[in-house]
Structures are given as structure tokens and as C-alpha cells.
């Protein structure tokens, strides 16, 4: 059908996770499709901003950038607290304890199984308390296997499932070598901080605003708004 009609547009196939949506497509379709990764809402979405640029970091575009209204900070600590799952703002009578802990069942049990290397899904559900633990952090390898009890092999696959699935982000060091930005240690960034909540028990947005965390999960905050404004520029509100 594609080869007959060569529009671009005509058919969208959408789905939560990309790998189950592909898996009964006989052709390889390359060169043909183009894949959308979408991330969680951002905060231009949530209070209908309509500035759509890509971050960048110049006073230009801050100045440009600057919303007319901004958030208390107990709103802006809600928001991180509650995350940016869309179903969560659709339904605010949602309980979140529940939802999250639903969230990371149903992923384990059925995105997560998918990849058929995940057997002992208590531990991986450690290995992801552990690694929420560290969001905006230098990732450590051999620190996550010793805390989980598992091998080093196993905590290289799990990331690699969590990075193909979105729940994470490896940022990559930057630096006009290119062979040192291979080389050097890049830092983790689970791409929900509502998720990181769950995970790590901060269960109210007062507790987290003065937890010991605060400052990471507020630096993952800051980077997902950073790549939704890049993930996301195919929304509209």
C-alpha cells in the first residue's frame, strides 16, 4: 500500500512500546518510515505554553523564552513529584501511589519480558530502585552490580533495555574529541522524575522538596524539559 501511494504521511503507527509495535511487520520498511520518539509532557504542554523552540543555551533564547506567568515553588515541586505521565494530569482524582506502582509492574511484566533476558525480575526491579537512586549522576557500573547482586554483563544489558525502552538517558560527555566523549563516563538521567518518586519512596511533594534528593531529581527535571523541547516538537495543544 505504502509503495503505491508514495505521500508522506498517510500512515501513522502508534504505540507505547516501538519494539512490540514492529515486531509483526514482515519488511524492514528502511528508508521508508520515519520513528518518533515521544517522551512524557513537558512543561510547555501541561500549562499550554505556546513557545515551541529547542532549548538553547544563549540569553536570546532564555529572554524569548521567559514564561509570563512562573510557577510557586510548591507548584513547580508538585509538578516534579507527580511527573509527566499524561494519564496523571487527564485524571487528577488519579491516586499516584497506586498508578506508579501499576506503571512499573505492567512494565516489568510485559515490556521488560519482551527482550526475553530479564529472569529474576525482583532483582531488576532493585537494579531500577538502585539506579533511580543515582539519577543525575556519573554512572556506575560495578557500584549498581554490587548493591543489586548481580554481574557486571547483567547490569550492562538491563541499562541497555532501560535506555531502548526511554525509561533512561545516558548523557554523553561533551568534548571536541571525539574519542574522549566515547571514552569518559557519561551521567544517568531516568527521563520521568515520577518514577524516580515511586522508586525511591518520596511519597509526598514536601518530603521531596527537602529530601536529600531534591537537588538530583531537580537536575533531571531540568534535562528531560531540555530534551522534550527536541523529542517533542510534534505535538500540538
Not at 28 to 38: E, R, T
Not at 63 to 72: F, I, M, V
Not at 168 to 196: H, M
Request: with cysteine.
Amino acid at each position: 500500500m505504502i509503495d503505491s501511494d508514495r505521500r508522506a504521511g498517510m500512515y501513522i503507527l502508534t504505540g507505547s512500546q516501538k519494539y512490540a509495535l514492529m515486531k509483526g511487520v514482515s519488511e524492514s520498511l528502511a528508508g521508508q518510515i520515519g520513528i518518533i520518539d515521544m517522551l512524557g509532557l513537558s512543561d510547555r504542554e501541561i500549562y499550554e505554553d505556546p513557545f515551541d523552540r529547542p532549548f538553547l543555551p544563549t540569553s536570546d533564547h532564555l529572554l524569548e523564552r521567559r514564561p509570563k506567568t512562573a510557577p510557586s515553588l510548591q507548584t513547580l515541586w508538585e509538578r516534579i513529584h507527580r511527573g509527566s505521565i499524561p494519564e496523571l494530569y487527564s485524571n487528577e482524582n488519579m491516586d499516584w501511589e497506586q498508578y506508579y506502582a501499576a506503571y512499573v509492574d505492567t512494565y516489568i511484566e510485559r515490556d521488560v519480558k519482551q527482550f526475553g533476558s530479564v529472569g529474576d525480575t525482583l532483582a531488576f526491579t532493585q537494579f531500577m530502585t538502585a539506579l533511580a537512586s543515582r539519577t543525575g549522576e556519573l554512572l556506575n557500573a560495578a557500584s549498581l552490580a554490587r548493591d543489586v547482586g548481580v554481574d557486571g554483563k547483567t547490569v550492562k544489558r538491563w541499562l541497555s533495555i532501560l535506555q531502548a525502552s526511554n525509561i533512561i538517558y545516558l548523557l554523553q560527555p561533551f568534548s571536541l574529541n571525539i574519542n574522549k566523549r566515547i571514552i569518559k563516563t557519561p551521567k544517568v538521567y531516568f527521563t520521568d522524575t515520577g518514577p524516580v518518586c515511586h522508586l525511591c519512596r518520596w511519597l509526598t511533594p514536601e518530603t521531596l522538596a527537602n529530601g536529600a534528593m531534591a537537588g538530583s531529581i531537580y537536575e533531571t527535571f531540568i534535562v528531560c524539559e531540555i530534551l522534550k523541547s527536541y523529542y517533542n516538537p510534534f505535538r500540538f495543544i
